[in-house]
């Protein structure tokens, strides 16, 4: 039949147009009919059957490889047919996205007709034909099986295969029953090439075993394992941190897994021994051994704090106001103010002492926050070759004395 099967004008002009693999190459039904090409005219420029007489359907369709074509099969019935007839002529239809339908292959059997019985005592006979047909560089191909078609010997076959394959194939839907291996063996091999049974009790077996001893060489389940490792409370020394973190490896025993991160573990930072180094006043001398611990750390911060509040030297000018220089204005503290009079009129300073000189440096002790009661001391030092002794009073009585080598002189209130 193939050898009389040709593809039309239009048909080829279809097979350029899907040569670059944009869209697929669809069939979408055959035609018989009675007629005969007439005398020179070439079969390819037909656009129809010469006398159209019935549908056929299409059944399957696929790629061939050993002949490097495609082939359609298509069938007829004769169910309904009263009268019958002589199939000369074969049309396959495909889809082209511009014309429409149109006809692609063109089968000749005026020389090897058919002759199609009508349907007797309500027995219906199927003729069944295979054309194979030239597709090109169309990427890919496709049919439109028509429901009612009978199922080919080849489709049967294939799919009958796929169910008894032994080197595979679909069995979902086969029952099948267990071979289970006997007791002794944990994991029995699955090999390819054995019994269906064979290879699900393997499965089984697996399955069991690995539900009761939860853990295998490569990992698993080890939520529930008991687990035995070097925990370092005995003789044995832990490694530093540097080895016990190398050696925390992938695809490593348990036991030496847990081993080395207890090492770690207590060579980055363990609470006993952090505790017993705090309860000793923080006073470990090896840098770089222990964290120090947020809340300890805090109260030594806090107490720096205080310390250096209260007894920060400071740097303040030279006070117009000597009862002033305080922690009011200045801080807690010890506060150092040089003096620097002018010569004519010294006791132009509110609360220096009266004989005070031109040079000199003012200590003011401030001790409390600045109150009515506040405690603060002032010492004044002059700086001159012929000046001997220091005037030192309490601030809040304004009242100052002179330091004379052994003996002390009242001297007036100050301004």
Known sequence: MTDRTVITTRGLQLLARLASGAEQLEFTGVKVGTGIVPDGTDPAQLMHLVSYKMDGMIADYGYDQETDDAFVVMQITN?????GFVMTEVGLFAMDPDRGEILYAYVDLSEDPNYIMPEENGRAKTVQIKMHVVVGEAADITATINPLSQ????VF?????????????????????????????????????????GILGGMKRWLETLKKEKVTADGGEAGETTATFEDYTGDTPAPSVETALANIRSKGKTGNILSNIKAALMGLVTLGEMRKHLVNNGLCTEPGKFFLDAAYGKTLMDEITRLNGEAKIRF??????????????????????????N?????????????AYTYGILVTFDMESYNPTFASLQIYLPDKADVNGIYVRAVMNQEWAKFVGTSINSVAASQ
């Not at 169910?79 to 009268?83: N, P, R």
């Not at 010569?343 to 004989?355: D, E, N, T, V």
């Open 316 to 341: 303040a000018p030279i006070p117009p106001n000597w009862n002033e220089v305080n922690a009011k204005n200045y801080g807690k503290g010890i506060i150092l103010s040089p003096i620097w009079f």
């Open 343 to 355: 010569s004519s009129s010294p006791q132009k300073y509110i609360g220096a002492p009266l004989g």
């Open 157 to 197: 076959q294939r799919e009958l295969g796929k169910k008894t394959d032994s080197e595979g194939g679909d069995i979902s839907e086969a029952v099948a029953g267990f071979e289970t291996p006997g007791a002794e063996i944990k994991y029995p091999e699955l090999e390819p090439g054995g019994s269906v049974k």
């Open 79 to 83: 169910a309904g047919i009263t009268s």
């Open 151 to 154: 199922v080919t010997m080849e």
